[in-house]
């Protein structure tokens, strides 16, 4: 089995920070791709950030210039810094990974889910 769990969520006033991380558990042979996707209410879920095993990164342009998502592959964690919150950024926040399991091939796994709210 494999396990992506999401931590760092939470409430935040508009222009704050907010670090999210997501650790990958489990019979992993290989991580591949992992990211970071929002869905806010009454939304689809759409991508924020995601970054490739060497390193090389993709944002939404809303992301662009406030976010940056990075990886640790010995620890199998990725990490998401959100700066300048804005309200519109209040969504439950899924961590994403592409992963090859032990005896299992390779898919796509999805983290629980952590929320963020942006308020004042």
């Known amino acids: 089995q494999v396990q992506l769990v999401e931590s760092g969520g939470g409430l935040v006033q508009p222009g704050g920070s907010l670090r999210l991380a997501c650790a990958a558990s489990g019979n992993i042979v290989k991580l591949y791709d992992m990211g970071w996707y929002r869905q806010a209410p009454g939304k689809q879920r759409e991508l924020v950030a995601a970054?490739?095993?060497?390193?090389?990164?993709n944002y939404a342009d809303s992301a662009k210039g406030r976010c940056t998502i990075s990886r640790d592959n010995g620890k199998n964690t990725v990490l998401l810094q959100m700066n300048a919150l804005r309200a519109e950024d209040t969504a439950i926040y899924y961590c994403?990974?592409?992963?090859?399991?032990?005896?299992?091939?390779?898919?796509?796994?999805w983290g629980q889910g952590t929320q963020v709210t942006v308020s004042s």
């Open positions: 994403k990974a592409v992963i090859s399991v032990w005896l299992r091939g390779t898919s796509d796994y």
């Open positions: 970054v490739t095993p060497t390193g090389n990164t």
